[in-house]
């Protein structure tokens, strides 16, 4: 029979899609990924055939009453061990200090050989022995996990920790058995021989890792990490220091301090039941390679899914459950079968799920602090709670003499303890993410002053005497609620700064200090450039005369500088305003009426003007109803000063009247902010009025955009209701301002009712809309066969239309996605959001990495389904394709593509999707452009003409 190369090339390569679509594997991967499974599948492969060995024969010498000494052995050995180790990892590159441990091993296998074969010092070396197999096998277990680390980022280990960490478990399953198959025939103390020849093929597989790692990069980067940190010296101090790395450190010691305990009571079962060394020998391979298999079927199918929908806190509640469920069985029934149930509820969750969510515990740790601090704490911490252990089991096991299955007494309270350090350490976790894209954000995090501090004041003090006009400003704000005799010195001089904003701000400030007299200072600010300044200045002065104050005023009344008279009449009027005398003194409804007869006799235009501002803010403040009509005369006046003190004084007034000419106004997009906050000034009562014109299409599309800030500017229940009843408004652009209004409304008052109902439902659909939009783009982005033959395929008209629908299109997707984010903040903290939005946008990789993994532990279940395949295809430079594929969409036609974008309530995206139908010249198209002929929108209306004309239809 001919064998066939093209077969065995199709079923390779069926396989090859097969693995890599099961387990996520993507271009690029593949070498990495399998180097990794096999260095891993090696290592524990040699530890599951020597741990059995070693265990048999010092069980059958010793007794399990022994186990607690060897364990108070590992931890006094590891203290010196870790921290040589320590010191090697800040000197030596990873890759050399692995290689060195291989080989020191395989030496250290080959002599303990010779010693069992000549029967030397046989009881002390299998002390020796028990111990540093111990210690290889923690420090094997560190390297390939800060390995993993470096090679994998936060997003591929999520992905494949799953599938490499199976290689662990493939090796603890093929070592199991070749450990039962042959420890009966060739004799337990020749598997060695096996060790060292597993440990000898990682050399080169470590070798080949680092040349592919270097090929990227990514060494020199690693090698300037390991150098530069001269603090890390001290890991003790960083897991002090660290609440992160503290709770880290107490989740891997309370693992293995349960973990001995439950390898004690399985040696102690299984030694009373098995007495030959070599039956025993066979029965701890088997009983491993049980639950390896085990592990490996759990790793292979329910890690990834596991970590990935339920996140990396809730997957390491898995190991504590499991166990206590084993201990349980051990306290009713201390029998074989109890033991292995117990053992393998262990081993196998402690290598599949748990193995994966303490891996991705460390991810969000820096580089620098991780390779020193989690070194300690695998190889330290484990051995440290190896020896508590010890410790414990002398005391309760040979102290007490408790039974096997008294001792499941202990580990049940360890459980507890346990379930509440997974509790803590996801909280952590996601603070952890938090404060690195905070400090990715902004350089370091925010710390809130403090105002009662001495060193705090005193700073505030030296800004105030210094020239940062806007710390300043800042500062005079800050202190505004303050009163405190020692800022007088700063205010007294900054009455004169050259900015007149700041002179507004102390002059607001002074007014609380009546004690202290500025009038003899403030007396030269009447004659300030800037009105508000005047205005303030004359208040202060009116309100600081105690005997002659309507003198006083009355003096600056009759001022014959109509700039200092203006600013009298307005002081005058808000002097008044709820005083019927004074009004009548000062006679403010008469000086208003007069100055407006005036106006047309007025020669000088800046005089003028100034007149009909004065004569707004006077309406605004004065409560005279007669003087009313005259805004309706300033409201169309040319210059845009006049209408805007018109416009924020009929606000003022809370006059029904001006209520439809306001909101008429904000077509005026330039008017817009005093519109807005004029209406705002009539507060609920015109809610209903507002909600009327946001939801009607047919209003002016500015007016509708305009409204949202509006009821942001309220910053109520009912504003906050009327919002989320128009969060589906067709027009994206409209809707965009209520979302962002929704989002500001979150940020200044988070407790109101946001109905998280209705966001979720909302962020579903945008989500869709940007799924859809993605697909348009892909589409376009292909030279589409649905394309007339007739039509040029490189003309360049056609290009220049692809090129400009492209565009809108990638403007539509970035706003799609600040929706999308600005309507989580709506339903989780707003800051993590924005910080993650920011995380995601940044052109930093690890910080975009940061940012999704963020989000990953963030949101709930259903979110995390569509949010994060749409955050993954932001990262990095993924093309449209790579993103499309990722989410499992599928391109449409140009045909189907274009007449969907005509449905869209998008006038931009209308006009250059029917600019590249005019240059398609297809007929197909007309019955959907006919509609938009009669389209609201002249640019729409316009370009509907063109490509109607341009398929040779006469309009």
Known sequence: MQFDSKIYIDVYSAGEKLVHKTFDIRQGEGLRVTLMWLYIFLIISSLLIVKPVVTSLFLSKFGAEKLAYVFILIAISAAPISSYYSKLLRKI????????????????????????????????????????????????????????????NAREAKRLFGFVGAGAIAGGIFGGYLTNFFAPLFGSENLIFFCIGFLSICIPIIRKLWSEFSKHGEQEKLLKRQHEEKFFEQPLRLI????????????????????????????????????????????????????????????????????GVFGVGTSLFFLPIGILVGSLAVLISPVLWAAVLLKISDGS?????????????????PLEIKNTAKSFIDIFVDSFATGISGILLGIFALGFEFSVRQISLIIIPLLAFWIYLVIRVRVEYIQTFRLKLIMD?????????????????????????????????????????????????????????????????????????????????VQELVFDEELDVRTEALHYLFQQESDNKIELLDSFLKHTDYRISGAAVLCAA?????????????????????????????????????????????????????????LHFLFNDKSAAVISAAIENAGNTHQKEYIQILISLLKRAELWNT????????????????????????????????????????????????????????????????INALYQLRLRFPFLNFRATDIVKRIFEEANDYVNTLTFLYSQSEVNSDKPKSIPRHDEQMKKGRMLLLQVLEERLDDNLERIFRL??????????????????????????????????????????????????????????????????????????????????????RVRTLYLIGLLKDNRYLPYIGGLINSPDEQVKEMARFAIQEMGIMI
């Open 93 to 152: 590159n990873l890759n050399i200090i692995i290689i060195r441990t291989l080989q020191i091993v395989i030496v250290f296998l080959v002599i303990f050989r010779i010693f069992l074969l000549v029967n030397i010092l046989e009881g002390w070396i299998l002390y020796l022995c028990y111990v540093l197999v111990a210690i290889f096998a923690v420090i094997s277990s560190s390297q390939f996990w800060i390995l993993a680390n470096l090679i994998f």
């Open 240 to 307: 002090k220091s660290s609440r992160h790395l503290f709770f880290l450190a107490s989740l891997v010691g309370i693992g293995v301090l349960v973990g001995k305990i439950v390898e004690y009571q399985f040696s102690a079962v299984a030694s009373i039941h098995i007495i030959d060394k070599d039956e025993l020998t066979a029965f701890f391979g088997f009983w491993l390679s049980n639950l390896n298999i085990a592990s490996l079927l759990i790793q292979l199918f329910f890690t990834r899914r596991v970590v």
């Open 349 to 365: 969750l402690k290598n599949s799920v748990n193995k994966a969510g303490m891996e991705l515990l460390a991810l969000p740790i």
């Open 441 to 521: 954000k902004n350089g370091a995090p925010e710390i809130p002053l403090d105002m009662e501090k001495e060193s705090v004041f005193g700073s505030l003090l030296k800004i105030l005497d210094g020239n940062d006009e806007i710390q300043i400003l800042q500062v005079l704000r800050m202190v505004k609620t303050i009163k405190n005799d020692r800022l007088l010195p700063s205010f007294g001089k900054l009455i004169s700064h050259p900015s007149s904003i700041i002179q507004l701000e102390v002059l607001r400030n002074i007014y609380f200090y009546k004690h202290v007299d500025f009038s003899a200072q």
């Open 574 to 630: 808000r002097e008044s305003r709820t005083n019927q005398a004074l009004k009548e003194q000062f006679k403010i409804k008469e000086t208003i009426e007069t100055l407006m007869k005036h106006l047309q006799r007025m020669k000088d235009e800046r005089q003028k003007e100034f007149s009909k501002i004065i004569i707004a803010k006077v309406i605004g403040v004065a409560e005279i109803p007669e003087l009313y009509p005259y």
């Open 675 to 738: 519109v807005q906050e004029a209406l705002n000034m009539y507060g609920q009562d015109i809610i209903s009025i507002l909600h009327s014109h946001l939801s009607n299409p047919y209003v002016d599309k500015n007016i509708r955009k305009g409204i949202p800030r509006i009821f942001y500017l309220m910053g109520n229940q009912k504003s906050l209701d009327a919002l989320i009843q128009n969060l589906a408004i067709s027009d994206y652009s409209v809707r965009y301002e209520v």
């Open 824 to 909: 989580l903040g709506l339903k989780y903290p707003p800051q993590d959001i924005e910080n993650a939005y920011i995380g995601i946008k940044s052109n930093k990789p690890d910080v975009r990495i940061n940012a999704v993994e963020f989000l990953d532990n963030l949101l709930e279940m259903n979110l995390k389904k569509i949010i994060i395949p749409i955050a993954e295809s932001v990262l990095a430079d993924a093309i449209i394709q790579d993103s499309v594929k990722a989410l499992g969409l599928k391109s449409k036609s140009e045909f189907e593509c274009l007449i969907t974008l005509l449905s869209i309530d998008d006038p931009m995206l």
